[in-house]
């Protein structure tokens, strides 16, 4: 079984950065593929960027330029560093745990563990 605790979330102004955590537990990390995904209220949950075990990442179209994901082997944690915050970048963020170590995929069926969310708020 696979634990996944996220952290760093919260109330931010628009511009302004975050940096999420996600301590993982139970497996293997360093040989998952690691993502995050967003929910915003009234809305489903959707990709926002992975991190292959080889450290390829990929993001959103949404996001890209301006959030970063990271990991570290050592301390089995992914990161997720979010600036230039958005309103729109309000949501609940899960990290996710590759079900294969191969994994190569913003597909959410792809990630068989889940974190239970940080709340990220971004005002205007």
């Known amino acids: 079984q696979v634990q996944l605790v996220e952290s760093g979330g919260g109330l931010v102004q628009a511009g302004g950065s975050l940096r999420l955590s996600c301590a993982a537990s139970?497996?293997?990390?360093?040989?998952?593929?690691m993502g995050w995904f967003r929910q915003a209220p009234g809305k489903e949950r959707e990709f926002v960027s992975f991190?292959?075990?080889?450290?390829?990442?990929y993001y959103a179209d949404s996001v890209k330029g301006r959030f970063a994901i990271s990991r570290d082997n050592g301390k089995n944690t992914v990161y997720l560093q979010m600036n230039s915050l958005k309103p729109e970048d309000t949501a609940v963020y899960y990290c996710?745990?590759?079900?294969?170590?191969?994994?190569?995929?913003?597909?959410?069926?792809?990630?068989?563990?889940w974190g239970q969310g940080t709340q990220v708020t971004v005002s205007s």
């Open positions: 996710a745990s590759s079900r294969y170590s191969s994994t190569y995929s913003t597909n959410q069926q792809d990630y068989a563990y």
């Open positions: 139970g497996r293997t990390f360093s040989t998952s593929t």
């Open positions: 991190i292959t075990r080889s450290t390829t990442t």
